[in-house]
């Protein structure tokens, strides 16, 4: 009996982890202790994945380290365009909505003040001042599976995060720099950079943190046959 109390405790921390977690766009300078890290980390490795292969690979950069990936990132950013992939014509409108409300609403940048909207999204580059950042890695010889299986260790290890108080922002804008990231962060070239992620406490007065993005209703992206 007593375990099974347990158990709905433990269901309604989960609800409210994944109801908490939003994407975070301003990160306090205070440090996340390398413990609560560590234990977040052991969560995350319960992910399930094909043949149980546990394919996600993270570098994870705090320190000295951190900030010379972050000062070489800046410096790029400012230079060149990062390759990112290009989203399809026909999902564009979902990066526009969602920079109505991010930049728009969040930060107060219309959009026709295009100095302003790009030093926001450079911000990207230095973490949004977060004092962790994990880069997402897979080997390039596998397969979408494995993708799936990496995106479930992400969601495991954000929600273990936001548990415990921690906040992150997971960034494909991150993988932009690859050849920096292989550099600073030592990654072998048998792995593919899929994203970053930067990990810190949330600065709680930062309007665009307090922002709740909408989602879709069910039936947009779920069919259910014969139930
Ligand atoms: C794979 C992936 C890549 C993302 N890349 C970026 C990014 O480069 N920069 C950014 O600010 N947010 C990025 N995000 C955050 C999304 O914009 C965010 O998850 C989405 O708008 C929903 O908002 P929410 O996370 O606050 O619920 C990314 C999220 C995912 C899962």
Known sequence: MKGDLEKVVTMYDLDAAINGRHSIRKFLPRPVPKDLL???LALAQHAPSNSNIQPWRMFIAAGTIHDRLKEAL????????????????????FRIDL???VYGVG???PRE??????AAVLRNWEFFGAPLVGI???DKELGPPDMVAVGMYLQTL???LTARGVSTCVQVALAGYPEILYKELSIPRQLSIICGMSIGYADPDFPANKLNIGRNP????VTILGY
């Not at 003040?113 to 790009?118: A, V």
């Open 107 to 109: 930060m107060g940048i």
């Open 99 to 101: 920079g109505a409300q």
């Open 158 to 160: 954000v929600l273990s």
């Open 136 to 138: 997402v890695c897979i």
């Open 218 to 221: 069910i039936e947009n992206n």
């Open 38 to 40: 560590m234990e977040c």
């Open 113 to 118: 003040d295009k100095e302003g909207r790009r």
């Open 74 to 93: 800046m410096a790029a950013s400012r230079e060149s365009e990062p390759s990112v992939p290009v989203l399809p014509e026909h999902y564009k409108h």
